[in-house]
């Protein structure tokens, strides 16, 4: 298979799409003059594709692990042009367990609270029902119980600012340099005196 104008190999093709090109070299072999409608061909492909026995889709899966190790091998000399971004998966981010827990929402701390007394009048409920609860709850909550969970959100939402602001400089040392320079205990005039004899030496 050829390789893009920029040089990149081409991507790998799965067994499925090996099928689905085989059946419209058939079809067009079969009907050179018809021009395919791709959804409706490629709804009649899946049908197709779902029946098939697994010898016969055997082939196919052994055409796309050929083309992976085609694609793998060209990809081993493939060096991207400078700026290129790479695609694929974007790799999810370990959470750092050091790192201060998130704050909660008014609404997470009235489920929270609610969740044990929903559980006791509803023991067949599921955790979709109980959610489903929660939030009917809380949308009939009067102000003054939604007041008691707001404030304990905010208090939540300081806490998470002030512990994030301290992990932050803790773990980002150009922060660090811009933290206030700690006092320096004013020093005796006599103790630069020994030093400048030592540097003398």
């Not at 827990?101 to 609610?114: T, V, Y």
């Not at 707001?150 to 602001?165: F, G, I, N, Q, V």
Request: hydrophobic residues 25%.
């Amino acid at each position: 298979m050829p390789k893009k104008a920029d040089g990149k190999p081409r991507g790998r093709m799965t067994a499925y799409a090996f099928f689905v090109q085989t059946c419209r070299e058939e079809h067009k072999k079969k009907h050179p003059e018809e021009n395919v409608v791709f959804a409706e061909f490629s709804k009649k492909c899946a049908e197709r594709w779902k029946t098939m026995l697994d010898k016969e889709k055997k082939r196919f899966h052994e055409m796309a692990e050929g083309d992976k190790k085609r694609y793998d091998t060209e990809m081993q000399s493939y060096t991207p042009p400078k700026g290129e971004k790479q695609r694929g998966k974007k790799r999810k981010q370990i959470k750092d367990p050091n790192a201060p827990k998130r704050s909660l929402s008014a609404f997470f701390w009235f489920s929270n609270d609610e969740r044990g007394k929903v559980k006791a009048q509803n023991p067949e409920y599921g955790v979709g029902d109980i959610a489903k609860e929660l939030g009917r709850r809380w949308a009939d909550a009067d102000p003054e119980m939604r007041g008691k969970f707001e404030a304990l959100a905010d208090k939540d939402k300081a806490r998470y600012e002030k512990e994030m602001t301290a992990y932050k400089k803790k773990t980002n040392p150009a922060l660090q340099a811009q933290a206030p320079p700690m006092p320096v205990p004013e020093e005796d005039p006599e103790d630069d005196d020994e030093v400048d004899d030592e540097d003398d030496d």
